[in-house]
């Protein structure tokens, strides 16, 4: 069986993480993002996950419009965070 979750991603250009993540040249620290695919998760089925596997690609700019996307297919879940435009920002497995 497989099933996918999506979740519009958006970083405010104010993030409190940003400031210190580049100053004058702001990036959305990974972190962030990990911590929104969480939330994802959670959205969709209600529960924590113990463990993220994580491979960065590309990076996200404060208020650029991205797409988290949870593919379930028998016991893998997978997570990709893409651009608007298709571009892969980062992509892993998680593990409840």
Do not use: C
Not at 46 to 68: H, N, S
């Amino acid at each position: 069986m497989s099933a996918t979750h999506t979740v519009p991603l958006r970083i405010a250009r104010d993030h409190p993480a940003l400031p210190g993540h580049f100053p004058g040249n702001p990036l959305v620290p990974g972190v962030v993002l990990l911590e929104r695919v969480a939330a994802a998760y959670r959205q969709w089925r209600g529960a924590r996950i113990e463990r993220l596997d994580a491979k960065f690609v590309q990076p996200l700019l404060p208020g650029q419009d991205a797409m988290i996307a949870l593919h379930e297919e028998g016991t893998r879940l997978r997570f990709e965070v893409t651009r608007t435009d298709g571009e892969v920002l980062a992509r892993g497995m998680l593990h409840g």
